[in-house]
């Protein structure tokens, strides 16, 4: 933590010097913020990101040892001028805003469905093939608008990487994974990805999503070609170094089965859970306006909010009470995965703060008035900031551009290209960084436990930008122009 006094110190300096001091002591702290915060408070962010990013690569076992201080030490390099400048109070809100609002719902559904997931296990001879690889990879997207992104992944995380145990080279296998699983085949329906979730909850029509199904299979038709194509040159390489997918393998083929099914029961009351998140508010006056129980100043953890959180916890305690050891076994089932993502996302949320103060603030003076605009700006924002409040950003700031036909929300009303833009940019671009969409990490870190050498932080990016960007430039010129 010493590292990190310097740091803190000029932080602190920059502050006190670029904000009034006449400002910490104003009844409207909330509005004073958002209009003063400079746009160099981001700097503890971008250090957060950079050590993720770096820390890996230069000293690995010292980042597994110490990744919670760092991001604490980032999250105090932040708050600590903030609060100095702005006042303990001040400070305090918008600490408890993303933590308790943003952080706490979203790790709980994280652990829910990794517990969960985690206890359905797939036995028997599945050998990682192009075909057998491109056919869990088509499963696992489908599944992805209807069991969330989030859930789809770490339901068929553990049966892709154990089809290609036999393989030396399948990193190729878990970055397609996350391009496709894990952000791209979550755009269906509000309950694929969080962004169309927020957006249902404003007025888009539940159905609405299905009119981003022909970008969905244009996507599809690209990126599976890609993988196809670099699956198969890779297999043979795989054969003619003497490898088989018969290795490790027993004589005779078992057939493939499913122990631990019944947790399917448990990742639907997961859902139900999140829907009645956004359901409750709308059907019952208990739950509606904001009700919930007051926690600090303007901060009041929603009824609805406390339903979910406990229907998600239910769901995982009956999963770890009913599923048996064995199957978890089967899985290689531990809690770092879900250790490392806890650990690193309070960092991230808390160090975005300013970000999304700042987004917010200033997001409707960009200039953004056609889909395309639209499509990447929601897409390169979401790609390393949380994509949902980027989503209601744009979504908001599209309904101030006074389209007189489209999608009437509660911002006012959307034109259903300039709809399609902001939530295709939200959701797919998630893909482009490994901390664009929550499940990106859990996959990553679930494929090293099992002694897969992922890429770096700029490694993904890589890939990212030769595989994603070509796309998503295509996506512009066809759908978008």
Not at 153 to 176: D, E, G, S, T
Not at 454 to 464: A, D, K, Q, V
Request: charged share 10%; hydrophobic share 55%; aromatic share 12%.
């Amino acid at each position: 933590m010493k590292t990190l006094f310097r740091p803190l110190c000029l932080a602190l300096l920059l502050c006190l010097t670029s904000v009034p001091a006449a400002f910490a002591s104003e009844g409207g702290a909330h509005a004073i913020v958002s209009a003063t915060l400079p746009a160099w408070s981001i700097i503890p962010f971008v250090g957060m990101l950079l050590s993720i990013a770096i820390c890996p690569l230069v000293k690995p076992h010292w980042w597994e040892k110490n990744m919670l201080a760092v991001a604490i030490g980032w999250s105090l390099v932040f708050l600590v001028p903030f609060a100095a400048a702005y006042g303990m109070g001040e400070a305090l809100f918008r600490l408890l805003e993303s933590v308790l609002i943003d952080y706490v719902p979203f790790i709980v559904l994280l652990f829910g469905l990794f517990v969960v997931a985690g206890g359905i296990a797939v036995k028997g001879t599945l050998a990682g093939t192009p075909k057998i690889n491109a056919l869990l990879l088509l499963i696992g997207t489908v599944l992805a608008s209807w069991v969330g992104t989030t859930g789809a992944a770490m339901l068929m995380i553990r049966p892709v990487i154990k089809a290609n145990a036999w393989r030396q080279k399948k990193v190729h296998v878990i970055v397609f994974f996350i391009f496709l699983v894990a952000n791209i085949g979550g755009c269906l329906t509000p309950l694929g990805d969080p962004p169309l979730f927020m957006g249902f909850q404003r007025g888009v029509p539940f159905t609405w999503t299905f009119h981003l199904l022909p970008i969905l299979l244009f996507n599809m038709v690209i990126l599976f070609l890609v993988f196809f194509f670099l699956d198969s040159h890779l297999y043979k390489k795989e054969l003619a170094a003497g490898r088989s997918p018969q290795d490790n393998q027993p004589a005779e083929k078992e057939p493939i089965r499913v122990e631990g099914a019944h947790n399917i029961v448990f990742i639907a009351l997961i859902i139900v859970g999140v829907v009645a998140n956004g359901v409750l508010p709308k059907e019952f006056a208990f739950f509606a306006n904001g009700a919930g129980i007051p926690v600090y100043d303007e901060i009041v953890f929603p009824y609805a909010t406390v339903v979910e959180i406990i229907l998600i916890l239910l769901a995982a305690y009956l999963s770890l009470k009913t599923t048996k050891t064995e199957t978890r076994q089967l899985n290689e089932f531990t809690y770092a995965p879900i250790a490392e993502v806890a650990k690193l996302f309070i960092g991230i949320f808390i160090t975005m703060i300013p970000a999304l103060i700042f987004l917010k603030t200033h997001g409707a003076e960009l200039g953004l008035s056609e889909p395309w605009q639209m499509f990447w700006a929601t897409g390169a924002l979401s790609s390393f900031l949380d994509n949902t409040p980027t989503y209601l950003v744009f979504l908001q700031t599209a309904g101030a551009l006074g389209a007189t036909q489209g999608i009437a929300t509660s911002v006012g009303t959307v034109s259903q290209l300039m709809l399609e833009a902001i939530s295709a940019g939200a959701v797919f671009m998630g893909a482009n960084t490994y901390i664009g969409n929550a499940p990106n990490f859990m996959v990553k870190s679930i494929a090293e436990e099992n002694k897969i050498k992922m890429p770096s932080f700029f490694g993904y990016m890589g890939w990212s930008c030769a595989i994603l960007i070509p796309t998503f430039i295509l996506d512009m010129i066809i759908f978008f122009w």
